[in-house]
């Protein structure tokens, strides 16, 4: 089965950094996923790690380490338009293909 | 971004009817997936297919059914509505399945059962 916890809410400053963490218990682990999603919208793709280490991609990163069950993915420079949930989604091996299971996700509030 | 598309994409219905969603897909992939969202709970994943006629049950299964009768679409029954199945349900398909095994989302389809 699954457990995957991560912070309700959290809330940042215009052109700062914040991080936002999560944690998983899982058999079969075969990747973590970052995702977006503004209010009223479907979620869309940031970061995938399957490898323990840090995966940078502009001005988001998302690192792992599978022996802690742990991963974070870090928004430098904030903008107004970050405001949005986070979802942290750890992919399952599954009959026939991967599940893949999300967390409740963090609500990200963007302060001017 | 086109390639995904869910109908209806809001439906309001009544306790004890049937509804059916449908989740069609343009670019021929194998993994296709049915979620809900609500407050507090996050994304949870109903049933999942991997192949036509190919099925498999989620977290949260109970009351829902699917069938994929072709590679295209991905359909999700209700068989008896309640109101614990208002929500928004987001169907997926894994665009880069073996790989990096993204997920990409259709727009949703919220349904209200009074």
């Known amino acids: 089965g699954q457990n995957i916890d991560q912070p309700t809410e959290m809330t940042a400053t215009e052109g700062a950094i914040v991080q936002i963490n999560c944690t998983y218990q899982?058999?079969?682990?075969?990747?973590l996923f970052w995702y977006q999603q503004h209010a009223g919208e479907a979620p869309t793709f940031l970061s995938y790690?399957?490898?323990?280490g840090l995966e940078e991609k502009g001005r988001f990163s998302s690192f792992l380490s599978r022996s802690k069950g742990y991963s974070y993915l870090l928004l430098k420079e904030l903008q107004m338009k970050d405001s949005a949930s986070y979802l942290c989604?750890?992919?399952?091996?599954?009959?026939?293909?991967?599940?893949?299971?999300f967390g409740k996700g963090t609500r990200l509030h963007i302060l001017p | 971004d086109a390639g995904i598309t869910q109908s209806p994409r809001h439906k309001v219905t009544e306790t004890g009817t049937p509804v059916t969603l449908r989740c069609h897909q343009t670019?021929?992939?194998?993994?296709m997936y049915w979620y809900r969202q609500d407050p507090g709970h996050g994304l949870r994943l109903i049933h999942y297919?991997?192949?036509?006629?190919?099925?498999d049950k989620g977290e949260v299964s109970d009351g829902y059914s699917v069938s994929r009768s072709k590679t295209e679409d991905f359909l999700l029954t209700l068989e008896s509505a309640t109101s614990s199945q208002t929500s928004v349900y987001f169907c997926?398909?894994?665009?880069?399945?073996?790989?990096?095994?993204?997920?990409?989302f259709g727009e949703g389809s919220r349904l209200t059962v009074l």
């Open positions: 989604a750890v992919r399952e091996e599954g009959v026939g293909d991967d599940k893949i299971i």
């Open positions: 899982t058999s079969g682990f075969n990747g």
């Open positions: 790690n399957v490898l323990d």
């Open positions: 670019e021929n992939h194998r993994y």
């Open positions: 297919s991997y192949g036509v006629k190919d099925t």
């Open positions: 997926a398909i894994n665009r880069l399945a073996g790989e990096t095994g993204e997920l990409f």
